[in-house]
């Protein structure tokens, strides 16, 4: 099967790895030949680090490159029968491509967008076959991250949801499919991971170091604000800002003016040296916390979290079992978000949202119905 990818920048180059790796001939089209040589030149630095640490073999590396072709003409994918689009979060962009895609591949190619925040239903718009058009949408780095998210728009046909998920199956990823809503499944749960924290931040209830500690107390592998730092403050606010946006301005995702400060900074995290934190870092400083201090910490994000999760099975954008997938593959929490309610008991949740919309009467903190009726019928999620 060869299968196209439209865009050598990180992502593209990533997923063209991947389907090389297991087997399938790629074409890489990118409209700058800078790029693609870069890209390339990438690609053999990232498999030579993979033969050094004994990953791959020299003969298997030189069988990946071999199996890549690198062209400016969108005219070389005729063949293909996938294609996956990783260029800029642009919808006009994205349309214009999918619609010139449209007239060089046959009717049987799936088309599909690595988008992490547009609409897929807009996308298969631009084409004639807009049944056969969905996202596909990876994680970065996507030779690592085993999960990925399958969208369908409105108009996909379910042999197209089942082709696609077969082939990604065969890459060996962890695929959920999720509802053509903004965020899908990962960026719009893990909002309340950033924004809570923030918020604590702001109303000086703690600072980032003791917050970032308290999180990685039970589990997660980096606190909130490092993370924020490590994903770069350009691309998070911006996320934040496409979801907020996209979901009418719902106050529940609401960006923040501290990150806001960071980006008109120039503060973007790890990558321009000053975040939330200096890097590098001068002076590892013992912290200590008071117990209730960092339960409360603790529990206030972890029930936005949960409440989160909750609400998008509530909502329909995916089942369950596939949100509990998305959050540990995809953004490597410590456990599920639903079976964390379920240890928990949904209803401490539910008493401790009630008592945050209480002290502060904002939607955020309102009780999706799911939970409520969950513990009022002393239900679990598992």
């Known amino acids: 099967m060869n299968i196209g990818i439209i865009g050598c920048g990180t992502m593209g180059i990533g997923i063209a790895q991947i389907a090389s790796t297991f087997l399938h001939n790629v074409v890489v089209v990118d409209k700058s030949e800078e790029a693609l040589l870069v890209a390339k030149k990438n690609l053999v630095a990232t498999l030579h680090k993979l033969v050094e640490k004994a990953k791959l073999t020299q003969e298997d590396a030189t069988n990946i490159l071999n199996r890549i072709s690198w062209t400016q003409d969108i005219n070389e994918l005729a063949t293909s029968s996938l294609i996956i689009e990783a260029i800029i979060e642009n919808l006009e962009i994205k349309q214009s491509l999918f619609s010139s895609i449209e007239k060089v591949v046959s009717d049987e190619c799936i088309l599909a967008s690595n988008t992490s925040s547009l609409s897929i239903t807009s996308i298969a718009a631009s084409c004639k076959k807009a049944e056969r058009v969905l996202g596909i949408h990876f994680f970065n780095p996507a030779p690592l991250m085993q999960l990925v998210e399958i969208i369908p728009a409105i108009q996909t046909s379910e042999e197209v949801v089942q082709k696609a998920k077969q082939i990604i199956d065969s890459w060996n990823k962890k695929t959920v499919i999720a509802k053509d809503t903004p965020g899908f499944i990962v960026n719009r749960i893990a909002r309340p991971f950033y924004s809570e924290a923030i918020r604590i931040y702001e109303e000086g209830i703690a600072t980032i170091p003791i917050i970032d500690m308290a999180m990685k107390s039970v589990g997660f592998k980096m606190g909130p604000f490092e993370l924020m730092d490590l994903i770069g403050h350009d691309v998070n606010y911006a996320v934040t800002e496409s979801v907020w946006r996209a979901f009418y301005f719902d106050t529940k995702y609401t960006p923040s003016y501290t990150q806001k400060r960071l980006v008109e900074a120039n503060w973007l995290g790890r990558k321009t040296g000053r975040g939330f934190y200096q890097y590098p870092s001068t002076t590892e400083t013992s912290i200590e916390i008071k117990d209730e201090l960092q339960s409360n910490i603790i529990e206030r994000i972890l029930v936005m979290l949960i409440h989160e999760a909750a609400h ?32 928990i008991g949904i209803a401490q949740c539910v008493k401790k949202l009630d008592e945050l919309y209480h002290l502060y009467h904002e939607e955020r903190y ?17």
């Open 312 to 343: 998008a099975v509530y909502m329909q954008v995916a089942s369950a079992h596939d949100i509990e997938i998305a959050m540990t593959k995809g953004v490597n929490y410590p456990k599920g978000l639903l079976a964390w309610a379920d240890e």
């Open 366 to 382: 309102r009780c999706t119905p799911l939970l409520r009726k969950m513990a009022d019928a002393n239900l679990k999620f598992f």
